[in-house]
């Protein structure tokens, strides 16, 4: 399985133009934020997918080779105004009632985060365990997965918290999406193989994708989100955890500019391709 890339990455543009951009560039299976991503269709409030768009949107894809491996949502699930919280829902509910006429198997999302710095409440987590209930269920009569990330100063922020909550709220159409890069910071990045491992331990079986960015830390010591290949994370050793639990996975690129995506993809597939001739070795 060749890696795949967030299709807003190429901006936001009309779904015909974007699809023949993300086959042009190389890649074969996207993550597809819709109202990121697409500019011809207002996808900002739910209720404007339908059948034969959802049937257009992924031939006009097909047409360039490239497919949609997951749907990508980026909303608040805990926010304080409710008419807002019943939209996010209702918007992440259309996505996956439609997500199998687009291909997709998955819906996936972080929980969302305090923009402002504030502490999180019982409140908070009792909302979200509320609402990623009634998104499982959902899923459940489509037949599809709710991808689920944990992401530092989110909600749900670390590995721990986010097997904690898998517990709590039981669903065989929750998985995890997989980013290493997400739980590094700058007290823990001296650790990083630490955390990666850990994070594999508690999550590897739950696993149905990963993300791929890279990190380091600057001069002044901030940890940086760069392009896949130009960080210090230890590649070789997601790779190996990756392939060893969910050999094929989609692997989603993340934080790449389009000058920057060839070599970046260029760098997790060697060390894909690294890690799947260990396991060959190691199995024989």
């Not at 065989?172 to 594999?200: C, W, Y």
Request: glycine share 8%.
């Amino acid at each position: 399985m060749t890696v795949g890339v967030l299709a807003h990455l190429f901006g936001k543009l009309p779904y015909r133009e974007l699809a023949a951009k993300v086959g042009a560039a190389g890649f074969t299976h996207v993550q597809l934020a819709p109202w990121r991503a697409i500019s011809d269709v207002d996808f900002n409030k739910p209720g404007k997918f339908n059948p034969g768009l959802a049937l257009s949107i992924a031939e006009e894809f097909r047409k360039h080779g490239v497919s949609i491996s997951v749907l990508g949502c980026y909303l608040h699930f805990f926010v304080q105004d409710e008419e807002l919280l019943r939209e996010n829902v209702e918007r992440f509910k259309e996505l996956i009632r439609y997500a199998g006429l687009l291909g997709a198997p998955m819906v996936a999302a972080e929980v969302g985060r305090n923009e402002d710095g504030t502490a999180y409440t019982e409140r908070d987590w009792r909302v979200v365990r509320e609402v990623v209930r009634e998104l499982a269920d959902e899923a459940e009569k489509w037949g599809v997965f709710v991808g689920l990330e944990a992401a530092n100063d989110h909600l749900v922020g670390t590995a721990v918290e986010l097997a904690t909550f898998l517990e709590e709220v039981p669903s065989s159409h929750i998985g995890v999406v997989i980013d290493p890069g997400n739980l590094l910071k700058t007290e823990n990045m001296a650790q990083q193989d630490e955390i990666i491992r850990e994070a594999f331990q508690l999550l590897g079986p739950r696993i149905i994708a990963a993300h791929a960015k890279d990190r380091r830390l600057s001069s002044s010591g901030e940890i940086e989100t760069v392009p896949p290949g130009f960080g210090d994370m230890n590649y070789g050793l997601y790779m190996e955890l990756l392939e060893q639990y969910k050999p094929e996975v989609h692997i989603i690129m993340e934080a790449a500019q389009e000058h920057e995506m060839a070599e970046s993809k260029r760098y997790i597939e060697g060390h894909r391709i690294a890690a799947q001739k260990a396991q060959q070795v190691q199995t024989k």
